[in-house]
């Protein structure tokens, strides 16, 4: 089983005492898979930049040692 890690919190609630219904959980519910969604999106595309930038540094770095080799012959 995958571990979630927790990232935030959402608080809503009452100045008096109340007990949450379903009609109401269910919708702040949705709201926050989306939210937990979003932040993951968001980490994904901060990875995959990440390995592009790398996987460019390299391409460079072998292009320009088949570069070199190439000019010596």
């Known amino acids: ?3 979630v ?4 919190l959402l608080l809503i ?3 008096e005492p109340h007990m949450f219904t379903p009609a109401e959980t269910q ?3 949705a709201l926050a898979g989306q939210v937990a969604v979003t932040l993951r999106n968001q980490q994904l595309v901060r990875e995959q930049t990440l390995a592009r930038q790398q996987l460019d540094e390299v391409n460079r770095r072998l292009t320009g040692d088949v570069w070199q080799q190439y000019a010596r012959e």
């Open 1 to 3: 089983m995958a571990r």
């Open 27 to 29: 919708p702040l519910q």
């Open 13 to 15: 609630g009452y100045r």
């Open 5 to 8: 890690a927790r990232v935030g």
